[in-house]
């Protein structure tokens, strides 16, 4: 969809251990977002990006860091895994006073 | 603090019947709001948007209110089908504070055949 691919789609991991979660787009769009679907919660921001290298957290950015070094890619990092980061990961992508367009997710269980 | 609100979890419609999705907002500076609608194991895809200049807009058979006194929005579809069965999320966002959105918590709609 509109040029977003997320890689992993699923992954199951262990507390503790480092994860990366990578989204691509084929857009070239400015700006760059990391959601988590959480049930009760719906989407909740945790980093976005407005440029190569330029990010800025969102709600929920404690535990996780983000990079972007290519227009195309942006990266999502869970430094040390907790059980509380099991959720469906979504990336974004959009220009400037445009709608976003999501990825179709990243399932993440961490046990 | 959620400054967007679905305070409708599920609702049911029978096909061909009018589905009324409802979502308020508490940041006065939102200008620019949006509808997504999503499948499971999708991603959320967007519906339709609308800006604080205009109080309506309309897409086929998809129109979304806007009422800035009473800081509310609303989804309508006419005639709902069996196919708008999914989970539906309004958004907003401050055009003047950057491209952040933000989402409610999303209603089911099921659309009874």
């Known amino acids: 969809d509109a040029g977003i691919t997320q890689s992993p789609r699923h992954k199951v991991t262990e507390t503790g251990t480092p994860v990366t979660l990578r989204c691509h787009q084929t857009?070239?769009?400015?700006?760059m977002y990391w959601y988590r679907q959480d049930p009760g919660h719906g989407l909740r921001l945790i980093h976005y990006s407005y440029g190569v290298k330029d990010t800025d957290k969102g709600e929920v950015s404690d535990g996780y860091s983000v990079s972007r070094s290519k227009t195309e890619d942006f990266l999502l990092t869970l430094e040390s895994a907790t059980s509380s980061q099991t959720s469906v990961y979504f990336c974004a992508i959009s220009d400037p006073g445009q709608p976003q367009h999501f990825g179709d997710g990243t399932r993440l269980s961490i046990l | 603090d959620q400054q967007v609100k679905q305070n409708s979890p599920s609702l049911s419609v029978q096909e061909g019947r009018i589905s009324i999705l409802n979502c308020d907002y508490t940041n006065s500076m939102f200008d620019y709001f949006l509808w997504y609608k999503k499948y499971p194991a999708e991603g959320p895809t967007f519906l339709i948007s609308i800006s604080s200049i205009k109080d309506k807009n309309e897409d086929g058979r998809f129109t979304v209110f806007l009422n800035k006194s009473a800081k509310h929005l609303s989804l309508h579809i006419v005639p709902s089908q069996p196919g708008d069965s999914a989970v539906y999320f309004c958004?907003?966002?401050?055009?003047?504070?950057?491209?952040?959105?933000?989402f409610g918590t999303g209603t089911s709609l099921t659309v009874i055949p």
């Open positions: 857009e070239n769009h400015r700006y």
């Open positions: 958004a907003a966002s401050d055009s003047g504070a950057g491209n952040q959105f933000y």
